[in-house]
């Protein structure tokens, strides 16, 4: 890294707070910065550091480590995130996980000094930490306590002025619901019950305010390529629209766009104004959650889907899971599986507001059957009897999960099986693809992807052009890990996957995209020279790192590492991104995957070839000591040695 005493890019300090000893210090950043970058690369190393493997997720030992990046606050485009991790309770068993929120939270707790912030401990009574330009407080929140999102951001707002920004739940969180979100301004919502951590820890919010900046070593250079990025991104939220008409409907009158921090890019975040008084932020699958049983409503108003969308945000449940919850308990209903004691809901008015409005108060407060819920699908087993469980939605066997699914695409598969949650920013890059793609077909002048533009892209950005086909095992190996690692580079740096990586352009004579843009903005920010591969090493690393972690609470490599069972026996029917199901297939053919199933044995080969591709044992999925030497991971290594966990 620089030799230079001057730090750019980062602020150069993380923020550490024990709630129990209201103990507030700090850590270096440059200390972690070195080889784990920051975001999601410095937050995974301090949760290797400091989170015992046997604590459970509300332990107050437990941590919430929110981390922005390099590039936060520079006024990179589309490096609004920041990330979260810590042991999620939402997880079976409860384990490491992590999520990426948007919004201006990241970028603000920069300004104010700080490159992110590790809490631990769990303070008597509710409490607020507030952040000013370098100093922390621990302030009392009981004005706070009891009160959804949108209450707690008036208030805030009131106590500090508009230009407050910060991380609350709502009091699905306070209750410990383990679908709990944590939330920020601006709508970037994470899953993974990290908003029950938090109410966990008796903390409500954490408010930022700032007026700092970190510094930028080459201004002008990174002026230029900040233009570049801007010319060469495609609007993500025209593709989005056209891809997803059903979501095109949902838009009310006074729609408009709803970006994150000093992002010019287009995506599908909008915001929608419900009444005269009431705007309300819609983006990706949460502003159609509830949108199947509205529709089947005559007369009930499209806005009720935007409604339940922001009633879950005000409450702070993931609205994945309430779907989930909701096709389970319609399917009891039907089959009168539930009593109406055991289900007091009344089902025929299924898709109006007072219906959701019931059904998620009765789960944020663990009312009645509420209370079962609230602890989340994932621990059903034991709750009811067999035939009840049996009609679960066999989509949902984890966080997250219900796109491309693995038995949808060989690809998938990998990027399913290597992490504890669906990673969103990894399946992107194969829907956005896909997405491009379906609509060159329809509408050629909205998309330049074609058939020969999708090889190209494959071979740039997957490592090999058999990779194009996603109706094979060929070339999927190293095409996952390719996505793995510059997803968590990209997450180390804080760009969001919405606009990154830019895979195909309007402005290029071939249409291709830049892989290297990321690493040549990372460069002009820090000064530090590096390169796209040099830049996906660290992904490499920090995923390395992530398996470590795993592996130490209990990952069990290659058993660990197959997609659930109904994959391979379960032909797919459709499919939320695609309910044609058409794919690239061999040479120019389109094909549909309707009725497909994972191949148990090419998926082992593909297997096999990904671990022997990351340098991990192909025998027995661990990791070899040489492969994290190479990493420069030898600690890691040595940690990893007396527990059997390294080959
Ligand atoms: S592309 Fe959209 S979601 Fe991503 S940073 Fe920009 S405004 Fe936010």
Redesign the pocket.
């Known amino acids: 890294m620089s030799n230079s005493s001057e730090i750019f890019g980062w602020c150069g300090k993380i923020l550490k707070v024990d709630l129990s000893t209201c103990g507030i210090s700090e850590l270096q950043t440059m200390d972690y910065a070195d080889r784990f970058l920051g975001g999601r690369g410095i937050a995974a190393k301090i949760y290797w550091d400091e989170v015992k493997p046997d604590i459970s997720a509300f332990d107050p030992e437990n941590r919430l480590i929110l981390m922005s990046g390099p590039l936060g606050a520079v006024g990179a ?2 490096a ?2 920041f990330e979260v991790v810590g042991k999620s309770p939402m997880t079976l068993p409860e384990g490491f996980c992590y999520g990426s929120l ?1 919004g201006y939270f990241g970028p603000y707790l920069k300004k104010a000094g700080f490159d992110g912030i590790v809490i631990s401990g769990a303070a008597e009574n509710p409490c607020l930490l507030f952040i000013y330009n370098g100093q922390a407080k621990i302030l009392d929140a009981a004005d706070l306590w009891g009160r959804n999102f949108s209450e707690v951001q008036q208030l805030l707002k009131k106590r500090y002025g508009d230009d407050v920004r910060f991380v609350t739940t709502g009091i699905a969180g306070e209750n410990r619901c383990r679908a709990a979100t944590l939330m920020t301004d601006q709508d970037g919502a994470a899953t993974g019950g990290f908003g029950a951590v938090l109410g966990s820890k008796n903390l409500k919010a954490i408010a930022v305010l700032g007026t700092g900046k970190p510094a930028i070593a080459r201004q002008e250079a990174f002026n230029q390529l900040n233009r570049q990025t801007v010319k060469l991104g495609m609007d ?1 939220g025209e593709v989005s629209r056209i891809a997803y008409p059903a979501m095109n409907k949902l838009e009310v009158k006074g729609s408009k766009k709803a ?2 921090y000093q ?1 010019g ?5 909008r915001m929608f104004r419900l009444a005269p008084d009431k705007e309300v932020i819609g ?1 990706c699958q949460p502003i159609g959650f509830y949108a199947p049983w509205v529709k089947k409503r005559e007369g009930e108003p499209r806005e009720t889907s935007l409604y339940a969308k922001e009633l879950c945000n005000d409450y702070s449940i993931c609205t994945l899971e309430v779907q989930y919850i909701l096709e389970w308990l319609e399917h009891c209903y039907q089959c009168d599986y539930l009593s109406d004691e055991e289900l007091p809901l009344d089902f025929p008015e299924i898709g109006t507001a007072e219906f959701i409005e019931n059904l998620v108060s009765m789960i944020a407060h663990r009312e009645g059957i509420g209370d079962i819920l609230a602890d989340g699908l994932l621990r059903m087993e034991g709750k009811f009897d067999e035939s009840v469980l049996g009609h679960f939605n066999e989509q949902f066997p984890g966080i997250g999960f219900g796109y491309d699914m693995p038995r949808e695409y060989p690809l998938s598969s990998l990027l399913y099986a290597t992490q504890p949650r669906a990673s969103y920013a990894m399946l992107r890059e194969i829907s956005t693809l896909t997405n491009y793609w379906m609509i060159h077909r329809h509408l050629p002048d909205k998309s330049p992807m074609d058939a020969e533009l999708f090889r190209k892209v494959a071979s740039r950005f997957w490592g090999n052009d058999q990779a194009w086909d996603l109706t094979s095992y060929e070339g999927k190996a190293q095409a996952a890990k390719q996505i793995q690692d510059r997803t968590l580079a990209n997450e180390c740096l804080v760009m ?1 996957s ?2 990154w990586p830019l895979m195909i352009s309007d402005e290029t004579p071939d249409h291709l995209g830049d892989p290297a843009l990321e690493s040549k903005l990372f460069s002009a920010v820090t000064d530090i020279e590096t390169n796209e591969a040099k830049l996906h090493e660290y992904g490499e690393r920090v995923f390395n790192l992530q398996r470590a972690i795993l592996l130490r609470e209990g990952w069990i490599p290659i058993e660990s590492d197959t997609p659930e069972e109904f994959n391979f026996t379960r032909p797919v029917e459709t499919s939320i991104n695609n309910p044609e199901m058409i794919v690239p297939g061999p040479g120019e053919e389109t094909q549909s995957i309707k009725g497909s199933v994972l191949d148990r044995e090419k998926f082992t080969q593909m297997r096999a070839e990904y671990y022997q591709l990351r340098g991990w044992d192909p025998e027995t999925g661990l990791q070899k000591a040489e492969t994290l030497q190479r990493l420069d991971m030898a600690d890691i290594a040595e940690k990893l040695k007396p527990l059997g966990l390294v080959s």
């Open positions: 485009q589309g609004s995130r948007g993500r970006n994150c992002c890019l287009g995506c599908m975040r983006k969001c919405v606009a």
